[in-house]
């Protein structure tokens, strides 16, 4: 393998409309770190005449974006390694976004970015699968997301009786993640355990009246509340003083959320869909995402056993440390430049 030039120059291409909302998307912070901790000089861009032309290197999220990068690396000549996450390449039809509900296209973009990149890197084993099934012979390799495991840490002693949920709430991530049928779980919860507390974090978008509307109709006001958008540094405390983290889901391509609550040593209630079982493994317990009684059942059954949740708890933290360090994708990027760059 021929050493790094570590003086190149990388260009960044992130998937939103400006640079003031990199700081939403942990996936692109750390993997804009990652190049920088490398050694590249990074020009990170957001639009088409932000690309620089004379990039050694292009590294760009998502297929669909990736097609500004990728048509002037062909013109310089230069390699392009696009990411390709779960929500463009998944196939599965029930949900509101994936490449089987995009338009016509959209599909020729993905295809075509996929063909045609020098290398795909995906975020997980299902991705992979999907990304294959799509073009058969295209280059790509799983490169697991990351946890930040020096921020995301337990604290026993910081408990509280909180069941928490993170997500955007808009139509498409409250269909996703079952966030009301999380709802309709809550009075069979807490009807054995009245001092529980739902918490639902995320952006009320789109869609969020119907959640508000699904609480008073059930009467539990009292038992969950909706903070909104939270910070990072909120979200890791919210980790650390629940008892459950509860994430039923139709798809992740990942599971960056599960993966972080995995982190802080909290348990995690979720679903064997996509790639949730390569993240979760045997540290975590696996529901139907559309049956609220079976929900709340697997919530109960924790809530109810201490030693469970305190193993879960730990086995998902070594989970989290041992396979999906922060380290360990730097390394395997590392090793995919090298490759790239030595052609």
């Given amino acids: 393998m021929k050493p790094l030039n570590k003086s190149l120059r990388v260009c960044f291409f992130a998937g939103v409309k400006d640079k003031d909302l990199l700081d939403l998307m942990q996936w692109y912070k750390e993997d804009i770190q990652i190049l920088k901790e490398l050694g590249f000089e990074v020009a990170i861009a957001t639009n088409w005449r932000e690309i620089p032309w004379n990039a050694a290197l292009?590294?760009?999220?998502?297929?669909?974006?990736?097609?500004?990068?990728?048509?002037?690396?062909?013109?310089?000549?230069?390699p392009i390694i696009i990411v390709a996450g779960g929500s463009e390449v998944v196939r599965q039809r029930d949900l509101k976004y994936g490449f089987s509900n995009s338009s016509i296209i959209k599909r020729a973009i993905i295809i075509f970015c996929l063909k045609h990149t020098d290398r795909i890197l995906s975020i997980s084993d299902a991705a992979?699968?999907?990304i294959l099934a799509l073009v058969p012979n295209c280059k790509v390799e799983t490169v697991y997301l990351s946890v930040d495991t020096a921020t995301f840490t337990p604290n026993d002693n910081d408990k509280k009786n909180i069941i928490f949920t993170i997500s955007h709430l808009n139509r498409e991530n409250i269909h996703r993640k079952r966030i009301k049928e999380i709802i309709k779980a809550i009075p069979y919860v807490v009807k054995d355990f009245p001092e529980v507390k739902f918490v639902i974090a995320g952006r009320k978008l789109e869609g969020f009246e119907e959640l508000e509307y699904e609480v008073e109709r059930l009467s539990i006001q009292k038992f969950v509340?909706?903070?909104?958008?939270?910070?990072?540094?909120?979200?890791?405390e919210y980790f650390r003083k629940s008892l459950i983290y509860l994430q039923p889901t139709l798809h992740e391509g990942f599971g960056l959320a599960i993966a972080e609550a995995m982190s802080c040593g909290v348990p995690v209630i979720t679903t064997k869909v996509g790639a949730v079982p390569e993240v979760v493994d045997e540290a975590g317990i696996y529901v139907n995402p559309n049956e609220p009684l079976e929900i709340a059942n697997a919530i109960k059954e924790l809530l109810s056993n201490s030693e469970k949740r305190k193993k879960l708890g730990r086995l998902a933290r070594e989970r989290i440390v041992n396979k999906f360090s922060f380290d360990i994708r730097k390394r395997k990027i590392l090793e995919i430049i090298q490759e790239v760059l030595g052609k």
């Fill in 58 to 78: 292009y590294f760009a999220w998502w297929p669909t974006k990736g097609i500004l990068p990728l048509i002037k690396a062909k013109i310089m000549r230069k």
């Fill in 128 to 130: 992979t699968k999907e």
């Fill in 225 to 236: 509340s909706f903070p909104g958008k939270i910070s990072n540094d909120e979200k890791v």
